[in-house]
């Protein structure tokens, strides 16, 4: 198979004329061009390579052969529908129910994350009879209709202002690290929320929330937090749901879901799986319990997903398990994981722009701000590190509601050599040893940078606090 | 790969506690577990081999050997993102730009069906700045919370009445095959229907129709129908949305898309496909016009599926393209499908149980009636011809809203011996000269079955006519 059919002007030109241009690109100004990858390295069309902090689709790693292979050996067997009778569904809704508290034992499998979402909006309605849904603020559920009405980050700019429930966020929200009990104190927003709701006549089917929550800035819950609100929620006669799509899988290497970092006592009542689940193959599923399931069953329609559960998803499915167990992966996010943290904490030391290091894992977030009293977000600062990452061929990106987080969620096989490289650049560009290339000098300020340091300052400690002061944005076209 | 893991009575004990019982199968009585297929071909456990009718998501064939290769090929090469830059995506967009008419040139990929017709309500929506859908009667478009919405089969079922169009239905709707211009007539049903919702407010963002209905029980559109639709609706200010999901990539043989059989001169502002686009794999998508697209991305947002156009997905499908028109699949349907629809014809003559048999291509209905008279759906006679089509290992299944409809949608390479082997069946089910084996003569009528004829008549004439009024059913526990 080629690499490359067309060059990269002409993929680009046709891709503005035929793709939706909602369909957005990595770094739109001078997107990049990739045509292959293995484990955490991806390769441009000239052979360059990338190292790869955000593709968490690509859980162990890119174009791992097991997978091939198992899906190649499956595909030339057999890929019908599961109203046939097939050994691989079972077997692998079997090995996902030995990662999960007893209670979640029934399974179904759809094509992606906003279909299992939308399937567990469906099961919560119909086990609880109740509709409306408590949902964190700046959350993301998915891109189908009937999430953008659960999702803060897609619903305020598309519909306008709902009442959502503040987002658990210790260090913007407005509980934060000195509150005693801060898992308390939020889980009582999300009662307050339900108390207004009753008011008004709502009635409510569930609680939303991702257990990590990501597109928020990649957000640690506070102790207690997810117990708390369970009990509310279940009180108002709903249920808990989990969104594991982003951060299941032994992503928070301790544990193989992130809802279990809430401890033992804690357990969701419906958890929904995506993104790294078939390791890019599009496959999702739904966990319930067994009264839920009985519920959806009993309203006598049959659910059917056309490729849902297929034998070759599975077969994938089944082999992203295997690795996972076979390379230690969550071992190595325990390791790997602690060890980035360190580095950036010890980076947050010498660099006042790094407002806050959390995370646990190989999901972190290392949040800029402008200065550490009033926490104002670093938007443009952090849109530049992330530029410059990708002229040091680091392919990283931010969220949060004002893009100030730059998040870490690497495929699993990241090294500590990846992560010294990645801190040791992080730190060269926010000390401003940054030197142009010719390019850039003989344009001015490049399109790709915008950011440049007036002077290197001798005194570090004094450097570290110009620097901040004196950036210079270009204005990009 | 071993093609059993488990005996058939674990697996389906295993599939009954671990999968949600709304996921049914086929035959729930006596499942087939079927653990390989190629071609037109489904193998059970014991290597006995089923002809399969059905399966049009497997479009050129099971496990076609270029698809494999395809999938095999690009897994290991890459599979990331459409934020990256790559040439399978516009590629792909490229191949289905031809086959569509020429204003059909921007394109979203996603992962199913059900996705694809969810993006065209918020496409049709975003453009038209309207919300509400005319669809037809006993239609389906999937089985997301918002195409619940907008599907009679499911709606009716969970929610209740709604006013639907009429479905254009000459064999059992209010205008039928005696009517000077059904084509008009029903499009003018529709034109009510859109003025007595704008009498109470309502405005119309879109018509929703699958280009033949299937789940309806195989319509085939009076000609002239969609045209004049298409024209109330945009004079209304709605877009005309062609459901292609069962229908397209050749499927009618004549044509590449179903909607091209209404003519030149009519053609859809949106285009949804999915289940033959990827022979299996997850893949779908949605094709519009550039001013639709252009409206979509002014709102602002971002439109990210994290799996859809991925590269591993495109490939697929340009395979898949590929096989189409080196097998000349198209041609096939024409030939196979046009013989096929004359045998069932001469069965009509000689059966009247046999009420209709319609369609184009290898997308065909012969539809089951207690009498011809009263055109009174034979449901029962439909469901024990096909769990005796099951016993002769032929897979075949119904549709329409009474389940009388025997729907033939084989895999495109279905052959001219295969369709005589299913006619053969048929003649000989309907004839009675059907021989119970040992163990139905030992235990009674067999769970299976549930029809058997009390006599054979020696006189073939009486026999039609007898057999029809003295079926006894048994009662399935």
Redesign the interface.
Known sequence: ?A????H?DE??Q??R??????????FSRD???????RGQY?YDENGMQYLDCI?N??HVG??H?S??Q??????????????????N???Y??RL?ATLPKKL???????????AN??A??LARQYTRHHDVVVLDHAYHG????LIDISPY?FR??EGQKEWAPLPDTYHGIYREDHPDPGQAYADTVKSLIDEAHKKGCKISSFFAESLPSVGGQIIFPTGYCKRVAEYVREAGGVYVADEIQTGFGRVGSHFWAFQLQGEDFCPDIVTM??PIG?????ACVA?TEEI??A??A????????????P??C?IGLAVLDVIEKEDLRGNAVRVGGHLKQLLLQLQTKHPLIGDVRGVGLFIGMELVKDRASRKPATEEAAHLVRRLKEERIVMSTDGPWDSVIKFKPPMCFSIEDAERVCTCIDQILRGCYIPTQHQLTNGISLGTGLLFVQPMADEGVFRETCVKTVIFAIEC
Chains 1, 2 share one sequence.
Do not use: W
């Not at 050996?73 to 046939?84: G, I, K, P, W, Y």
């Open positions: 198979m690499l490359e059919v067309f990269k993929t680009l046709m891709r004329k035929l793709i939706g241009q909602s369909c957005r690109l990595f997107p990049v061009k990739i045509v292959r990858a991806l593709s689709v690509q890119h174009c052969p997978l091939t198992a899906a190649a050996a499956q595909m030339d067997l057999l890929n019908s529908n599961t109203r046939f009778l097939h050994d569904i079972v077997l809704a079997d129910a034992c029934v399974f179904y499998f759809v094509n992606s994350g906003s279909e939308d399937l909006l469906r891109h189908l209709i009937s897609k700019k598309l995506g993104k390791n890019g193959h599009p496959i319930t399931a009985a959806f069953t309203n006598g329609v049959e659910y059917f997903n056309t490729f849902g559960g297929n070759v998803s077969a």
